[in-house]
Every structure is written in C-alpha cells, then in structure tokens.
Nanobody, 121 residues
C-alpha cells in the first residue's frame, strides 16, 4: 500500500504563493487517485483537489478554481498543489490522501501526516 508524505508548508504573506508536495512512499502512485484536503482550526476537513494518476484527470473544488492547481511529476512520483493569491482563510493543515477507485472527492484510505500552511495578513 502507498503512504503519502507531504512537504512544503510554511508561512506566506497574503497574496503570495506556495507549493506543497505529496510524495509516494512504500510504492508508486500508479493506479491511485490522490487528493488534497485541508482543515482549519475549529473547522471540518474540506476537499481541495484531486488527480487520478492513470490518465491525469484532475479536479479542483469550485471555490478554489483559478487560485489552486493540482499537478504531478511522474518521474518523482509526486503530486503538487500550487496555491496562488493566498488569503488568510487558506490557513490550515493540508493533507494528502490516496485511494483506489475513481471517485475524486471522498473514500480515501491512506493519509499523510499533514503540512501546515499559514497565511499572514
């Protein structure tokens, strides 16, 4: 089974950009769907974006389209979440998760430890 490992979080000013990474550990992402979620303090975890490794189909939730982009690097077995025009409300722990199956927004089995993204205003 695959184990997602996040990296790249940090502190950024409002309006800035940040890219977080999700690398595969244990095996490759081949055959998996990889998703990004986030959880802000006191709030429920919410879906951000997902990508099917086979074929590369990707989706970003409507509220973040135009600011967030999900992509992959096949050679590095890594999925990226590029975040632009960051706002203070984007502050959260960002989690990477993986699953088999085609549903993009839920049903994830394997979760990373999360990476903190803090946007200062």
């Amino acid at each position: 089974q695959v184990q997602p490992v996040e990296s790249g979080g940090g502190l950024v000013q409002a309006g800035g950009s940040l890219r977080v990474s999700c690398a595969a550990s244990g095996r490759t992402f081949d055959g998996y769907t990889i998703g990004w979620f986030r959880q802000a303090p006191g709030k429920e975890r919410e879906f951000v974006a997902a990508l099917r490794w086979a074929g590369g189909t990707s989706y970003v939730t409507d509220s973040m389209k135009g600011r967030f982009t999900i992509s992959r690097d096949n050679a590095k077995n890594t999925v990226y979440l590029q975040m632009n025009s960051l706002k203070s409300e984007d502050t959260a722990v960002y989690y990477c998760a993986a699953k088999t199956g085609i549903l993009l927004t839920g049903g994830y089995n394997y979760w990373g430890q999360g990476t903190q993204v803090t946007v200062s205003s």
